[in-house]
């Protein structure tokens, strides 16, 4: 069978299984886009191209599928830049395809030109730039096996336009043939043996989940391997919701603002059991200081984490879900349960911080001030119960985290290594596509809100009805704490505006549903009438105080020991 390049990639894209495109046509990728009319994968236009990549990313967070976007070349390829970087910090399988100049073109400074393999090189798995359209098929295939196998990732093919016009015989091959990408997923046999011994020798162990748990789709396995031995979970912000935060041994987000007994039991265990996670400088704060007196289990599938920061007694590099499962029969062969160490201790030391330190803010009873926090806690107590939560990048973030109740995985969709700022509003729009029975909430700055917000016209354009809560305190709130903190309260370039723009007014230009709440009494309302709109997406700015700031906190660069708590709840534990 006869076909274009074109032609040949939009069926092997059906060939994926593909099912949503996010995307924004222009000249080099022009071709490609007429067969989509006679396609059954839906594509979804977006207003800029960013917003294709962060579409993409959050319906693979919360599908486990990989999203797909396409753009044209030249500022379309750098627009898609940073969400590129951003999956590939985040470890989130997205498939980009940019258009390009033609190939005799290549090199000449053409119009919309750019070396899109070349710029996008630092920050994919692995990226294609195809000459032959006979190859179209088999590097798709390539293409969707390298973004979802061993670490997942961002890849990317660019196709120029005369490929894409050229014609080729169709074929589908039948399997993926790449020699030097073989990813390791099975962990070594002694050195799980070598992790069962140290579980069973150690008294203050705890857990260091990472987002690597639910790549992996091993929260079941994280479950059982937490039951057997009664060690305590803390969820990074990457992996909340990979295990309950109603569990009796889940102690929530550790980390620069996590709570106090999550990172201080990180400092004072015996023993630290890294699951997918990478010991980010977010989580450790002062490497040197960080849990001192722990021996230290390090189970991932990238052999590039182990030894990078830490130094690992027992590295062992493979699935994560296959490596647990086997440290799982390993304890129950050296005999399970029964043969655990008292651990009552820890737990009770764990308990006291928890009782002594807990999250805390104060809403008063009185007046308009709206505190943030407040705002989500009537958020979340009001939500369906599996509501997806997405974030961008901020306080609003922190309090996003901390303050939810997050009891299935797949439920939580943030931009985590690269924080971008600007991720909810179109990772929302893609969450809601991937996951369209579940209610899907994005809690926004309003510095954040203003950088990807006509992605709102996207989703009611294509009826696509996520709801957005703003946490309006008109600042760059991260940044203006910070020089609150540590500049002297130089508060420079911070400001905002209470006023400008006028959120409600925007959104309803926009087609969605605008409110704007300004005191505690109307949070409730505004809230249920959200949730009561399926129709359209809604979009509520609560003008929440601005000087609230979120704790705990680690300063940057400075020990776990440091973490600053709410100067309510004074120096305890230091």
Same mark, same amino acid.
């Given at each position: 069978?006869?076909? /274009?390049g074109a @032609?040949?990639?939009?069926?092997?894209?059906?060939? @994926?299984?593909?099912?949503?495109?996010f995307g924004? *046509?222009?000249?080099a990728?022009?071709?490609?886009? #007429?067969p989509?009319?006679?396609?059954?994968?839906?594509?979804?236009l977006?207003?800029?191209?960013?917003?294709?990549g962060?579409?993409?990313?959050?319906?693979a967070? +919360?599908?486990?599928?990989?999203g797909?976007?396409?753009?044209?070349?030249?500022?379309?390829? /750098?627009n898609?830049?940073?969400p590129?970087c951003?999956a590939?910090? #985040?470890?989130?399988?997205?498939?980009v395809?940019?258009?390009?100049?033609?190939?005799?073109?290549?090199?000449?400074?053409?119009f919309?030109?750019c070396?899109?393999?070349?710029?996008?090189? *630092?920050v994919?798995?692995?990226?294609?730039?195809i000459?032959d359209?006979?190859d179209?098929?088999?590097?798709?295939?390539?293409?969707?096996h390298?973004?979802t196998?061993?670490?997942?990732?961002?890849v990317?093919v660019?196709?120029?336009k005369?490929?894409? =016009?050229?014609?080729?015989?169709?074929?589908?091959?039948?399997?993926?043939d790449l *020699?030097?990408y073989?990813?390791?997923?099975?962990?070594?046999p002694?050195m799980?043996?070598?992790?069962?011994?140290?579980?069973g020798?150690?008294?203050?162990? +705890?857990?260091?989940a990472?987002?690597?748990?639910? $790549?992996?789709?091993?929260?079941?396995a994280?479950?059982?391997l937490?039951?057997m031995t009664g060690?305590?979970?803390? /969820?990074?912000?990457?992996?909340?919701?990979?295990?309950?935060?109603?569990?009796?041994?889940?102690?929530?987000?550790?980390?620069?603002?996590? =709570?106090?007994?999550?990172v201080?039991?990180?400092q004072?265990c015996?023993?630290?059991?890294?699951?997918g996670?990478r010991f980010?400088?977010?989580?450790?704060?002062k490497v040197s200081?960080f849990?001192?007196?722990?021996?230290?289990?390090?189970v991932?599938?990238?052999?590039?984490?182990?030894n990078?920061? $830490?130094?690992p007694?027992v590295?062992?590099?493979?699935?994560?879900?296959?490596?647990?499962?086997?440290?799982?029969?390993?304890?129950?062969? @050296?005999?399970?349960?029964?043969?655990?160490?008292?651990?009552?201790?820890?737990?009770?030391?764990?308990?006291?911080?928890?009782?002594?330190?807990?999250?805390?803010?104060?809403?008063?009873?009185?007046?308009?001030?709206?505190?943030?926090?407040?705002a989500l806690?009537?958020?979340?107590?009001?939500?369906?119960?599996?509501?997806i939560?997405?974030?961008?990048?901020?306080?609003?973030?922190?309090?996003?985290s901390?303050?939810?109740?997050?009891?299935?995985?797949?439920?939580?969709?943030n931009s985590?290594?690269l924080?971008t700022?600007?991720?909810a509003v179109?990772?929302?729009?893609?969450?809601?596509v991937?996951?369209?029975?579940?209610?899907v909430?994005?809690?926004?700055?309003?510095?954040?809100f203003?950088?990807?917000?006509?992605?709102?016209?996207?989703?009611?354009?294509?009826?696509?009805?996520i709801?957005v809560?703003?946490? =309006?305190?008109?600042y760059?709130?991260?940044?203006r @704490?910070?020089q609150?903190?540590?500049?002297?309260?130089?508060?420079?370039?911070?400001?905002?505006? *209470?006023?400008?723009?006028?959120?409600?007014?925007w959104?309803?230009?926009?087609?969605?549903?605008?409110?704007?709440v300004?005191s505690?009494?109307? +949070?409730d309302?505004?809230?249920d $009438?959200?949730?009561?709109?399926d129709?359209?997406?809604?979009v509520?700015?609560?003008?929440?105080?601005y000087?609230?700031?979120?704790?705990?906190?680690?300063?940057?660069?400075?020990?776990? #020991?440091?973490i600053?708590?709410?100067?309510?709840q004074?120096e305890?534990?230091?």
């Open positions: 069978m006869k076909l /274009t @032609q040949a990639l939009i069926k092997s894209l059906e060939m @994926q299984e593909v099912e949503v495109l924004l *046509p222009g000249g990728i022009l071709p490609v886009y #007429d989509i009319i006679d396609s059954p994968i839906r594509h979804i977006v207003r800029h191209e960013q917003g294709a962060h579409m993409a990313e959050g319906y967070q +919360v599908t486990g599928r990989p797909v976007a396409m753009v044209t070349s030249g500022p379309a390829a /750098t898609i830049v940073t590129l951003n590939y910090m #985040d470890s989130t399988p997205i498939v395809i940019t258009g390009q100049v033609a190939s005799t073109a290549i090199g000449t400074d053409a919309q030109e070396d899109t393999t070349g710029i996008t090189m *630092p994919t798995k692995h990226n294609w730039l000459t359209a006979q179209i098929p088999r590097v798709v295939k390539e293409a969707f390298v973004a196998t061993g670490r997942p990732g961002p990317l660019d196709l120029p005369d490929v894409a =016009n050229a014609p080729m015989d169709w074929y589908w091959p039948d399997i993926v *020699p030097g073989k990813p390791t997923t099975r962990g070594h002694r799980i043996r070598e992790a069962a011994r140290l579980i020798e150690s008294h203050r162990p +705890v857990i260091y990472g987002g690597g748990i639910l $790549k992996a789709h091993a929260a079941e994280l479950r059982e937490v039951d060690i305590p979970v803390v /969820t990074t912000l990457m992996a909340r919701g990979a295990f309950p935060d109603s569990h009796e041994l889940c102690l929530g987000m550790p980390g620069m603002h996590g =709570n106090y007994t999550a201080t039991s990180m004072k015996d023993l630290l059991i890294a699951l996670s980010d400088d977010r989580v450790t704060g200081a849990a001192p007196d722990a021996k230290i289990i390090h991932d599938i990238d052999p590039a984490e182990l990078k920061v $830490k130094r007694d590295p062992i590099v493979g699935d994560c879900r296959l490596v647990i499962e086997e440290i799982n029969k390993a304890i129950r062969d @050296q005999g399970g349960t029964e043969a655990q160490p008292d651990r009552s201790a820890w737990i009770d030391q764990l308990r006291t911080w928890q009782k002594q330190y807990p999250l805390h803010y104060e809403q008063p009873e009185t007046g308009n001030t709206l505190k943030p926090q407040f806690e009537r958020l979340r107590d009001n939500a369906p119960d599996d509501t939560l997405v974030a961008g990048v901020g306080q609003h973030q922190m309090w996003s901390q303050y939810w109740r997050f009891e299935e995985p797949y439920t939580w969709v985590g290594g924080g700022m600007g991720f179109p990772a929302a729009v893609g969450a809601k991937g996951q369209p029975g579940k209610t909430w994005a809690v926004d700055g309003d510095g954040c203003q950088m990807t917000a006509q992605e709102l016209v996207t989703a009611a354009t294509e009826r696509i009805p709801k809560a703003i946490l =309006n305190n008109a760059l709130g991260m940044v @704490q910070w609150e903190l540590f500049y002297e309260e130089r508060y420079s370039e911070v400001y905002l505006s *209470p006023h400008l723009p006028d959120y409600k007014m959104a309803e230009a926009m087609g969605c549903e605008g409110m704007r300004e505690p009494e109307e +949070v309302a505004a809230i $009438k959200a949730n009561g709109i129709d359209r997406p809604v509520i700015d609560f003008r929440v105080d000087r609230e700031k979120v704790y705990p906190m680690v300063p940057a660069g400075g020990s776990n #020991d440091d600053i708590l709410d100067p309510s004074g305890g534990g230091r």
